[in-house]
């Protein structure tokens, strides 16, 4: 009897001993699936920025816009491609319609270090307030 108990306990702790072990091994798999849609999942979902601001210049592939970022005076270049929408005036144009002065809203994502605008809204610029006249 005190065989058979012995070899019962026995017979426990190694089927313990090896289940722990066989727990603790991480299971590695080379094919992971991509999720639906094709991509990856573990792949980040680029954000957009926005900015605001007045044209400083403009040349066919890129603008730079003068504005404020947190309350302090910033500048920004960015990058313009194909696939840039531009509307100025609420209608469809093109990047050449950009002009100094014309105050923007630039909606962009950074592609390899380098800000690209995705839509581009122009807006009249901002006329100076006219001057009383005085009289004498």
Same mark, same amino acid.
């Given at each position: 009897?005190?065989?058979?108990?012995?070899?019962?306990?026995? *017979?426990?702790?190694?089927?313990?001993?090896?289940?722990?072990?066989?727990?603790? /091994?991480? /299971?590695? /798999?080379?094919?992971?699936?991509?999720?639906?849609?094709?991509?990856?999942?573990?792949?980040?979902?680029?954000?957009?920025?926005?900015?605001?601001?007045?044209?400083? +210049?403009?040349?066919?592939? +890129? *603008?730079?816009?003068?504005?404020?970022?947190?309350?302090?005076?910033?500048?920004?270049?960015?990058? *313009?491609?194909?696939?840039?929408?531009?509307?100025? +005036?609420?209608?469809?144009?093109?990047?050449?319609?950009?002009?100094?002065?014309?105050?923007?809203?630039?909606?962009?994502?950074?592609?390899?270090?380098?800000? /690209?605008?995705?839509?581009?809204?122009? +807006?009249?610029?901002?006329?100076?307030?006219?001057?009383?006249?005085?009289?004498?």
């Amino acid at each position: 009897m005190k065989k058979l108990c012995a070899l019962v306990v026995a *017979i426990v702790f190694v089927g313990g001993t090896v289940g722990s072990v066989v727990a603790q /091994t991480g /299971t590695t /798999t080379t094919d992971k699936k991509p999720a639906a849609g094709g991509k990856d999942a573990s792949a980040k979902k680029a954000t957009t920025k926005t900015a605001t601001g007045t044209v400083k +210049s403009a040349a066919p592939d +890129s *603008i730079v816009v003068a504005g404020k970022d947190k309350g302090k005076d910033a500048e920004w270049t960015f990058a *313009i491609d194909d696939k840039t929408k531009v509307k100025k +005036s609420g209608k469809d144009a093109a990047a050449k319609d950009i002009a100094s002065g014309d105050r923007v809203t630039v909606r962009y994502m950074d592609h390899d270090g380098k800000a /690209t605008a995705m839509n581009v809204n122009v +807006s009249a610029p901002k006329k100076a307030a006219a001057k009383p006249v005085e009289k004498k």
